[in-house]
């Protein structure tokens, strides 16, 4: 199946550091979604958009859906351990395809204390 | 809120036995539930949009008869790899969509199958 390109596929910081990645994809999106996934564990929503150029803050997470909806990008400020885990960005479609969400390939983030 | 567990959470079983995990929505009721695979150090992979009430929808390349889906009611949806191989050992996830229509989808902590 289709996956979206998520870049960089890995980092590893030193704790206070600022972070960011992005997804890019070759189909437009109605929605761009980015979870945390932790090692044998679900992921989990840190930020939905719904719409281009949406810019949205969840504490030290940012996030934006790109202006041609073919992009987004995820920055962490100040980086905490517990920050460390899988990063994955989402596109979902329209409801009249089943809300299908296509993954990113994932980031894996190491957070050096 | 928008809790979904998933049981088992880790199976080990036999090659060529039959293994159901079970996916339920706790506090809120799914017309849909998906189905990912993810192998190890790969994304999450859609399987199948299960509708409570009608067939299964699978994405391509997954074989139907291999990856048998029951979406019984508003809270359940089963998964059961008939026949399973090694090839079938992975991490099963879903996630489940809120009848209100709102858009996002809860995942479940994932089922860990091992298939000897």
């Known amino acids: 199946g289709?996956?979206?390109?998520?870049?960089?596929?890995?980092?590893?910081?030193?704790?206070?550091?600022?972070?960011?990645?992005?997804?890019?994809?070759?189909?437009?999106?109605?929605?761009?979604?980015?979870?945390?996934q932790d090692?044998?564990?679900?992921?989990?929503?840190?930020?939905?958009?719904?719409?281009?150029?949406?810019?949205?803050?969840?504490?030290?997470?940012?996030?934006?859906?790109?202006?041609?909806?073919?992009?987004?990008?995820?920055?962490?400020?100040?980086?905490?351990?517990?920050?460390?885990?899988?990063?994955?960005?989402?596109g979902q479609g329209k409801k009249s395809s089943g809300d299908k969400l296509t993954f990113g390939t994932g980031t894996r983030l190491a957070v050096r204390p | 809120g928008a809790v979904v567990s998933?049981?088992?959470?880790r199976v080990i079983c036999k090659s060529g036995t039959s293994v159901k995990i079970e996916c339920r929505s706790l506090d809120f009721q799914a017309t849909t539930m998906f189905w990912y695979r993810q192998f190890p150090k790969k994304s999450l992979m859609l399987m199948a949009t299960s509708n409570?009430?009608?067939?299964?929808?699978?994405?391509?390349g997954v074989e139907k008869d291999k990856f048998l889906i029951n979406h019984a009611s508003l809270t359940l949806s089963t998964?059961?790899?008939?026949?399973?191989?090694?090839?079938?050992?992975?991490?099963y996830i879903c996630s489940a969509r809120d009848r209100t229509g709102i858009h996002e989808q809860f995942f479940g902590p994932g089922t860990r199958l091992t298939v000897l």
Not at chain 1, 59 to 84: C, E, H, M, Y
């Open chain 1, 2 to 36: 289709q996956q979206l390109n998520q870049s960089p596929q890995s980092m590893f910081i030193q704790e206070g550091e600022d972070v960011s990645m992005n997804c890019t994809s070759s189909s437009i999106f109605n929605t761009w979604l980015w979870y945390k």
């Open chain 1, 39 to 90: 090692p044998g564990e679900g992921p989990v929503l840190l930020i939905a958009l719904y719409k281009a150029g949406e810019l949205t803050s969840n504490g030290r997470l940012t996030a934006q859906f790109g202006i041609t909806r073919k992009d987004s990008f995820l920055n962490i400020s100040a980086s905490i351990p517990s920050d460390v885990g899988i990063y994955f960005c989402a």
């Open chain 2, 6 to 9: 998933q049981h088992p959470s």
């Open chain 2, 52 to 60: 409570e009430g009608s067939k299964a929808t699978y994405e391509q």
């Open chain 2, 79 to 91: 998964l059961t790899v008939t026949s399973a191989h090694p090839e079938d050992s992975s991490f």
